[in-house]
């Protein structure tokens, strides 16, 4: 029977990442306001104020170990797909309405294949 994939397999180091938000913390001090108004820090991200009754939720979505599901089964349109979807959900859980996706995308390797897959998945979802 194969080994169970874990996180720490996956390259994914939590303490490592939990040491990383902390030093973050004293960062994110330092952006309370825009030139709009405060800030408002809500549970699963931040919206910024755009204008007096306003705001921009901007998400920057990554793909985690995804890929590692997207190799061993050979389709990786999907990747694109649940990035977009992702992006979306936490964009509407702060009562926003999505308005674009970047496809900016951020690779080992680049491989014209994957990235026209990868692609080919964004534009998919985000056409729905």
């Known amino acids: ?17 939990h040491q990383s938000k902390k030093a973050l913390q004293s960062l994110k001090e330092t952006y309370k306001y825009s030139r ?3 800030i408002i820090h809500l549970p699963y991200g931040n919206i ?5 009754d306003t705001y921009l939720d ?11 599901l997207a190799q061993l089964a050979g389709k990786h349109d999907t990747i694109g797909i649940d990035a ?4 979306v959900n936490d964009v509407i859980r702060s009562g926003a309405t999505p308005l674009a996706i970047a496809d900016n995308i951020h690779a080992q390797a680049s491989n014209p294949k994957l990235v026209k897959a990868w692609l080919k998945g964004i534009a ?5």
């Open 36 to 38: 709009f108004g405060p």
């Open 58 to 68: 901007l998400v920057i979505e990554g793909i985690g170990t995804k890929v590692l």
């Open 84 to 87: 977009v979807a992702m992006a």
């Open 48 to 52: 910024f104020p755009q204008a007096a």
């Open 1 to 17: 029977m194969p080994k169970d994939y874990t996180y720490s397999d996956a390259g994914v180091n939590r303490e490592q990442r």
């Open 124 to 128: 998919e979802a985000a056409s729905e």
